[in-house]
Nanobody
Framework: QVQLVESGGGSVQSGGSLTLSCTTSGIKFDFYHMSWYRQAPGTGREWVAT???????TYAAFVQGRFIISRNNANSTVFLQMTHLHIGDTAVYRC????????????WGQGTQVTVSL
């Protein structure tokens, strides 16, 4: 079965760093675009970053050079390196896998909590 499991979340102080990982199983990882999203309580889901099968990585504007998305195809894992964290980054972070067309398949992890304190 398909599984996406995030890890690496936790509590950090403002200005600190944290690296998230999302390990996958049950998919041909090399043929899936991988993304990170986040959602804070009472807000909508926000796209954070994408590392596609082909092409360059892309980031949301609010990352402002602070986050780096990467993938390790040998381990079927996508990472999100986060630096210079601030309280606005507090959210549940989820990874998403989207297959190459056609047809497209989409899978989600359940999320990992990131809490940034003053």
């Amino acid at each position: 079965q398909v599984q996406l499991v995030e890890s690496g979340g936790g509590s950090v102080q403002s200005g600190g760093s944290l690296t998230l990982s999302c390990t996958t199983s049950g998919i041909k990882f090399d043929f899936y675009h991988m993304s990170w999203y986040r959602q804070a309580p009472g807000t909508g889901r926000e796209w954070v970053a994408t590392i596609p099968v082909f092409g360059k990585t892309t980031y949301a504007a609010f990352v402002q050079g602070r986050f780096i998305i990467s993938r390790n195809n040998a381990n079927s894992t996508v990472f999100l390196q986060m630096t210079h964290l601030h309280i606005g980054d507090t959210a549940v972070y989820r990874c998403q896998a989207v297959s190459l067309p056609v047809p497209s398949r989409t899978y989600w992890g359940q999320g990992t909590q990131v809490t940034v304190s003053l």
